[in-house]
């Protein structure tokens, strides 16, 4: 790995730009699919059940990629790597808009994802190896807002190319990005050494691969196959558990493991991983809630449903920069904690909201949530690398970029399997007032006219409204899981030294 001092590294600011991009392009493309996902169904006639794994197809292959990046780095140099890699994802961008079958689409996906695993967490080695110790706090704001802002802007900006053009426009637009941070880091990234002599560690690969893989299809095939019912859920979840069993065994046994276990070993680093487990659970799993929950019960279009999420991107930006200019004055540890403490206060808001939320008192939420994300996740980039031995930043931040996904992927999960059984379970409970004996649904007035259950058409139109009254407790019960997921990460912060303890 490349140590060279900071100051002597040339065009800085060239390169944080080009950086800045690819890591833009590799966030963005996690979410930006989601709102064309109907019209891709219709376009390459396809069911709702196969439309899902573009995006499916796309996790699973970034998260089995993502592992090895710090040795594919050290092995043929982090340069090189990075180049075949933003040339592999534009490529497959532009191959996934230009599918014409399901099948193309997948396996396009597939390929996207592999090579955009390592955009994110090169992007950050190379900002941490570029910027002194001192500048590392506004070096970690900058590429923060990639992360952060990707994944919260996504929808919006697939909405509107959506809307405006078509859904193919959500790939293509990638392509003069991707040439553009080309063309600078070719130019003006440094070379780092490559070291040939290393052999890979094909065993702890391929039982990490099984494990993530088919940890990934169960928490995506979960809530379709009714869970532990179908033995396609049981035999993923015996494979996820075997293969995550061998590669710890493997790791902590084998003379060269290719993530070495010695990165476990450093207190914020190990703390740092939890937190962004949890942390990627309530990003994405919460943006996930929040566009159908605007478009199917507030009715919004979804044009408008991208830019009422927009203002959460803003909050975070805006704590992110505050974060950078004050986090060598004040304990990151500090901003960490406002930074959960007013996250799980606007979940907890969320979980008290119905469909005629005014908008002002939404968009004053989500950007004080946003504001929240930014301080836990800007001064977390920081933290997570202040006691950790240079040597280890490629391989820490794969591993962070990982823990990262499979947090962001069991939170959709989880939050979508309770979405579905809550409804199941308020629905039932409001059918108990659909009887003959209550008085409101029979009669003469406008409520019994209506609501009928007498009739085909009161009864249907009784059974919608207990439907949509059903998901809004649901929903709100979602968004109150999520807070009581963000509160525990308060322990792990405690557990970190303060920044200064060590630098490397």
Not at 19 to 34: C, E, F, G, K, Y
Not at 177 to 198: D, H
Not at 252 to 269: C, S, V
Request: charged share 10%; proline share 5%.
């Amino acid at each position: 790995m490349s140590t060279a001092p900071a100051p002597a590294v040339k065009h800085r600011a060239l390169i944080t730009g080009c950086v800045m991009i690819a890591t833009l392009m590799q966030v963005l493309d996690s979410t930006i699919a989601n709102v064309a996902l109907p019209y891709m169904q219709g376009s390459l006639n396809t069911t709702l059940d196969q439309i899902t794994w573009v995006l499916t197809s796309y996790v699973i292959a970034s998260a089995i990629m993502t592992a090895p990046v710090g040795w594919l780095a050290a092995r043929y140099g982090r340069k090189n790597l990075f180049m075949v890699c933003l040339i592999g994802f534009t490529v497959t961008s532009m191959l996934c808009g230009a599918a014409q079958t399901i099948e193309q689409m997948v396996v396009m996906r597939i390929f996207q994802g592999a090579f955009g695993a390592a955009l994110v967490p090169l992007c950050q080695a190379i900002m941490l190896d570029i910027y002194p110790v001192e500048k590392r706090s506004q070096a970690m704001a900058i590429w923060g807002l990639g992360v952060m802002v990707g994944p919260i802007s996504g929808p919006t900006i697939g909405g509107y190319l959506t809307d405006t053009y078509n859904w193919r426009w959500v790939f293509y637009v990638n392509l003069p990005f991707g040439l553009i941070a080309l063309t600078g880091l070719a130019l003006f990234l440094p070379k780092a050494e490559a070291n040939r002599t290393m052999r890979f560690d094909w065993t702890g690969f391929l039982v990490l691969a099984l494990g993530l893989g088919a940890f990934q299809l169960m928490l995506d095939r979960g809530q379709e196959q009714d869970w532990f019912t179908s033995r396609e859920i049981i035999v993923e979840a015996v494979l996820a558990g075997l293969g995550l069993y061998l590669f710890a065994v493997h790791m902590f046994t084998a003379e060269r493991p290719f993530i070495p276990p010695a990165i476990f070993r450093d207190r914020n680093f190990t703390s740092a991983m939890f937190v962004m487990f949890s942390t990627g659970m309530v990003l994405l799993a919460s943006s996930t809630l929040l566009a159908p929950y605007l478009q199917n019960l507030g009715g919004y279009p979804v044009m408008t449903v991208g830019l009422t999420m927009a203002p959460r991107g803003m909050g975070t930006m805006v704590a992110m920069i505050l974060a950078g200019k004050y986090g060598s004055r004040v304990d990151q540890r500090l901003f960490m904690t406002t930074g959960v403490v007013v996250l799980a206060t606007t979940l907890f808001a969320m979980s008290r909201w119905t469909p005629d939320i005014s908008e002002h008192e939404m968009i004053v939420t989500l950007i004080f949530q946003g504001f929240g994300m930014g301080w836990i996740f800007n001064p977390l980039s920081v933290m997570a690398y202040t006691t950790l031995p240079a040597q280890y930043r490629a391989d820490g931040a794969a591993l962070l970029s990982l823990f990262r996904n499979i947090g962001a992927a069991i939170g959709i999960s989880i939050t979508s399997f309770s979405l579905t059984r809550n409804a199941q379970i308020v629905h039932g409970v409001l059918t108990e007032v659909a009887t003959p004996f209550n008085r409101l649904l029979h009669g003469h007035g406008p409520v019994a006219k209506l609501l009928d259950p007498g009739t085909v058409h009161g009864a249907a139109a009784l059974d919608q409204l207990m439907n949509r009254e059903a998901l809004i407790v649901a929903y709100s019960d979602d968004f109150l899981l999520m807070t009581w997921v963000t509160l525990p990460t308060l322990f792990m912060l405690a557990m970190m030294r303060r920044a200064g303890a060590r630098t490397t």
